[in-house]
Nanobody
Framework: QVQLVESGGGLVQPGGSLRLSCAAS????????MGWYRQAPGKQRELVAA???????NYADSVRGRFTISRDNARNTVYLQMNSLKPEDTAVYYC???????????????????WGQGTLVTVSS
């Protein structure tokens, strides 16, 4: 089964740090871009950061300078280092894999978009 599995969420005080991880599993041959989105209660899902297989990254204005996205292509894993966390960063964070080329059944290859199950980040004192 081809899927993304996230870890690393939790409760942290304002000004603290957390590191999220997301690993893709299954018979995967390539992933174009991987990224992190978040959705706060009552708000739409928004892009936090994304990174291409070549290492180019982009960030939402609200997190630039505080968050860092990185990627291990050999492990099909993406990370989000979050520093100087603020209460407004509280949300469910979702990992995304764009243009994932995977073998979904023997001899069948598909181009997929994948989402993780989400991990809750709560920033509160």
């Amino acid at each position: 089964q081809v899927q993304l599995v996230e870890s690393g969420g939790g409760l942290v005080q304002p000004g603290g740090s957390l590191r999220l991880s997301c690993a893709a599993s299954g018979r995967i041959f390539s992933i174009n871009a991987m990224g992190w989105y978040r959705q706060a209660p009552g708000k739409q899902r928004e892009l936090v950061a994304a990174i291409t297989s070549g290492g180019r990254s982009n960030y939402a204005d609200s997190v630039r300078g505080r968050f860092t996205i990185s990627r291990d292509n050999a492990r099909n894993t993406v990370y989000l280092q979050m520093n100087s966390l603020k209460p407004e960063d509280t949300a469910v964070y979702y990992c995304n894999g764009d243009r994932v080329v995977a073998e979904t059944s023997p001899g069948e290859y598909r181009n997929l978009e994948l989402w993780g199950q989400g991990t809750l980040v709560t920033v509160s004192s």
